[in-house]
Nanobody, 112 residues
C-alpha cells in the first residue's frame, strides 16, 4: 500500500484547507479510511473515518468543522477543514483503517 497526503499549509485561524490522500496498491473502494493527526509533543489521534459505504465519524473537537469524503474512482480520500483553530496545528496522516501502515503526512499550521 502507498498513501500520499497533500494539501497542508499555513492558514490563519478561521480559514480553510482541503487535504487529499491518494492511495495505491490496494482495492481502495472496499476499505475504510481514516485521517489522523499528531501535534508536537502529543500522541497521534484519530480525526475522522469513512467506511467503504460512506458512513462517517469524527472526534468531538472537529465535529461541524471537518468533513471527510472519498472518491472511489480516484482512489482518494479528502478532509475538508473549515473554521480552523490553532489547536488544529499538526501533521495530518491518512491511513487504511485495517492496515498498519503510515504514509508521509502533510503539515497543517494554523496561526492565531
Amino acid at each position: 500500500v502507498q498513501l500520499q497526503a497533500s494539501g497542508g499549509g499555513l492558514v490563519q485561524a478561521g480559514g480553510s484547507l482541503r487535504l487529499s490522500c491518494a492511495a495505491s496498491g490496494i482495492p481502495f473502494s472496499i476499505h475504510a479510511m481514516g485521517w489522523y493527526r499528531q501535534a508536537p509533543g502529543k500522541q497521534r489521534e484519530l480525526v475522522a473515518t469513512i467506511t467503504s459505504g460512506g458512513s462517517t465519524s469524527y472526534r468531538d473537537s472537529v465535529k461541524g468543522r471537518f468533513t471527510i469524503s472519498r472518491d472511489n474512482g480516484k482512489d482518494t480520500v479528502y478532509l475538508q477543514m473549515n473554521s480552523l483553530k490553532p489547536e488544529d496545528t499538526a501533521i495530518y496522516y491518512c491511513k487504511v483503517v485495517s492496515i498498519y501502515y503510515w504514509g508521509q503526512g502533510t503539515q497543517v499550521t494554523v496561526s492565531s
